[in-house]
């Protein structure tokens, strides 16, 4: 049970600490990832993140984003982000099928996948501001780029059995790494969703070279009209019951509330509006056949129970009108020196054919931790993650850990994953017993 609080919002971290935390922040060779340097990152970023998120939340100082955005570190965030992406792309199944790697436990390399899943969670958080948007600088092509392979991810997803309800992992450990990675990867994808539409909220102030990858390079609006199509964030389960997803977890969604959005719906819409109806979108997007047969589409879904949702649309379903009867003027073909995204093409450029050695180096060093280390890593990871603080964090009653039902009882050793009964903590015990008991072992060091 948490204890009273005696001010108005928990705090993780001071203005002070945050300001150290957010300054010593680095950029990490792919060789360092999982190692002792690179994890005390992991936890001041976690720490960065979940103070950020308190903030927005309880509206108070965001100490946070000043601090990154003053130190000038959302570069190196978006840098972190892409690595992390690329060794989850390229090292990680290397590692899989290492037939010599037979980790004593995967919580490392857990620590590195749920990596990117953190510093999203951050970015999701600050980048709602503008001015954090604007420090990013070039950086931004590349989190545009990274955002649409994660709605690219999502759309096809949506085409195949990505939205039906899946059972609980079986098999070996990295099995079951690997079955978490995909369900995390689904989890960051939606969020990448709210970042595109922070990012094309700010794309007036944006470099040009933004706009036009988004527009040109990767046709976002027709990606966006796929993904209002499909709607992988809704599902059915085996009951025939609506569910959709949202803050991390599936939910079954009662009769009344079938036609209410959730928040990705609304990012979904409001990219498309910015990208749409921006004058300067206008001028540049090419309207041909393909493109406007797509976007018309959207008239399908644009009804009153929506517009009375989001009633901006309304200029949307004017616009749209429009175009089914006019053509617009070919886009403005201006020659510029455009900028092109560096980071991820300099990662692959500085590590091709050394995937194999960075996976067998990682496997000698930073996999293969001693039973002290592997405790004072999850030791200091309790500490991180203060209950009292993470409830705080949550806007409504914790979820069961199997079914994503409302939960009211948490696990008696580890006190961390919660269950709506005790049927369904039998049912996950397999899934949750090592994490269940390094996190205990931590607590009681």
Known sequence: ?????????????????????????????????????????????????????????????????????????????????????????????????????????????????????????????????????????????????????????????SDSCGNQERDPPTGTSLTELKKQSQDLEFDISVKAVSILRYITDHIDSLPISVQTRLLNTHNVPCLLVQLVDHCPWRRYNSKGELQKYADGKWYTVPLED?????????????????????????KSYDFNNFNKTQLLKLQGFLTEVLIDQLPNLVELQRFLSHLAMVDPPPPKKNLILEQVPEIRDRIFCENSNKWKAIAKHLVKTAFNPSEQELLQQAHRLAETYNLNVMENLIPERPKCGFCGVEAAKRCSRCQIEWYCARECQVKHWSKHKKACDLMAGAVKA
């Open 258 to 282: 079938h036609l209410k959005i959730t928040k990705v719906d609304g990012q979904v819409w409001i990219a498309l509006y910015n990208l749409l109806l921006r004058p300067d979108c206008q």
């Open 1 to 157: 049970m948490a204890a009273e609080l005696t001010s108005p919002y928990t705090a993780v971290l001071l203005p002070m600490e945050a300001a150290g935390y957010a300054g010593s922040l680095q950029e990490f060779p792919l060789t360092d990832i999982g190692g002792p340097r690179w994890f005390r990152q992991h936890e001041y970023i976690e720490k960065l993140n979940m103070q950020a998120i308190i903030s927005a939340t309880a509206e108070g100082d965001e100490f946070v984003k000043e601090h990154i955005y003053s130190l000038g570190k959302a570069p190196t965030l978006i840098h972190e982000l892409i690595a992390v992406e690329v060794w989850k792309q390229k090292v990680f199944p290397i590692l899989c099928q290492l037939q010599d790697f037979n980790p004593k436990s995967t919580f490392p390399i857990y620590m590195v996948i749920y990596h990117e899943a953190t510093i999203i969670n951050l970015l999701e958080t600050i980048f709602y501001h503008k001015d954090v948007c604007e420090s990013a600088e070039e950086a931004v092509l590349d989190l545009a780029d990274y955002c649409h392979r994660k709605l690219t991810l999502l759309a096809a997803q």
